[in-house]
T-cell receptor
């Protein structure tokens, strides 16, 4: 049981380049989330998903797209990277609390992204 | 809108001593969840403790306990017998029961002095 994994761990991009961050969970969780973490600002929600095939915007969705084609995977895409997107990105997953599951979120190890 | 505030950007504690981290939140809901997450230098987010707002009893997990004051909207974390491995960023977080998102505070950096 690997929990939540993220790929890659670290990446350097040039402004304008694109990339996809992959999050995978093996806990059969319905909900998945993408956060970014910046100094002094805690974690801010980018996008989230409440089930396979669904996505929704969080607090800071601009410049990002997501897809949830399979229940266990949640992809975060940057179509045209900007220096303001330099950050640490965390993926998380949780059970469906409305179906009686626990509300606790389980986090991946994070991805450091540097945009030059 | 819900907000979570941690007024102490940095704290330090002597090894084996006790330290309390503060957290306040703003909500108009009566039922919700509160969490403390720990983030060590490895950057992994680890759940330390959680509290259901409808429970009056304060949650406890080994050396970690909370002081939940619902009327004051305060949720502090007490770490007893501090250990070197407790050094980390600590984030207070809030989640409405029927809502999907978790709102995090800005974090408190805890140093443990040998």
């Amino acid at each position: 049981n690997a929990g939540v994994t993220q790929t890659p761990k670290f990446r350097v991009l040039k402004t304008g380049q694109s990339m996809t961050l992959l999050c995978a969970q093996d806990m059969n969780h319905e909900y998945m989330y993408w956060y970014r973490q910046d100094p002094g600002m805690g974690l801010r929600l980018i996008h989230y998903s409440v089930g396979e095939g669904t996505t929704a915007k969080g607090e800071v969705p601009d410049g990002y797209n997501v897809s949830r084609l399979k229940k266990q995977n949640f992809l975060l895409g940057l179509e045209s990277a900007a220096p303001s997107q330099t950050s640490v990105y965390f993926c998380a997953s949780s059970y469906d609390i409305r179906a009686g599951g626990q509300e606790t979120q389980y986090f991946g190890p994070g991805t450091r992204l540097l945009v030059l | 809108a819900q907000t979570v505030t941690q007024s102490q950007p940095e704290m330090s504690v002597q090894e084996a001593e006790t330290v309390t981290l503060s957290c306040t939140y703003d909500t108009s809901e009566s039922d919700y969840y509160l969490f403390w997450y720990k983030q060590p230098p490895s950057r992994q987010m680890i759940l330390v403790i959680r509290q259901e707002a409808y429970k009056q009893q304060n949650a406890t997990e080994n050396r970690f306990s909370v002081n939940f004051q619902k009327a004051a909207k305060s949720f502090s974390l007490k770490i007893s017998d501090s250990q070197l491995g407790d050094a980390a960023m600590y984030f207070c977080a809030y989640r409405k029961t029927s809502y999907d998102k978790v709102i995090f505070g800005p974090g408190t950096s805890l140093s443990v002095i040998p």
